[in-house]
Nanobody, 115 residues
Framework: QVQLVESGGGLVQAGGSLRLSCTAS????????MGWYRQAPGKQRELVAS???????NYADSVKGRFTISRDNAKNTVYLQMNSLKPEDTANYYC?????????WGKGTLVTVSS
């Protein structure tokens, strides 16, 4: 089992920045990709950004150039730096880890961007 705990969400004005953190614990060996997803009210959960154990990254088109995903393997933590936030970025943000064909989710952290 893998446990994921997100932090760093909050209320920010449009144009502002936040950094989300997700720390993994438990059976963390063999975790390969980790990612951030978000779900706004009434919408489906969508991929925001992902990063493999080798450091390859992938971003949704809507956040390219504004968000940066990174990971600190020594701390078992993945980060999402979010800059130039927009009201449409408002959502619950979830961390996901994949390990030996299984997916693990955190409980999420709320990001609210006011206009």
């Amino acid at each position: 089992q893998v446990q994921l705990v997100e932090s760093g969400g909050g209320l920010v004005q449009a144009g502002g920045s936040l950094r989300l953190s997700c720390t993994a614990s438990g059976s963390i060996f063999s975790i390969n990709a980790m990612g951030w997803y978000r779900q706004a009210p009434g919408k489906q959960r969508e991929l925001v950004a992902s990063i493999t154990s080798g450091g390859s990254t992938n971003y949704a088109d809507s956040v390219k150039g504004r968000f940066t995903i990174s990971r600190d393997n020594a701390k078992n933590t993945v980060y999402l730096q979010m800059n130039s936030l927009k009201p449409e970025d408002t959502a619950n943000y979830y961390c996901r880890a994949s390990r030996v064909g299984l997916y693990y989710w955190g409980k999420g952290t709320l990001v609210t961007v006011s206009s």
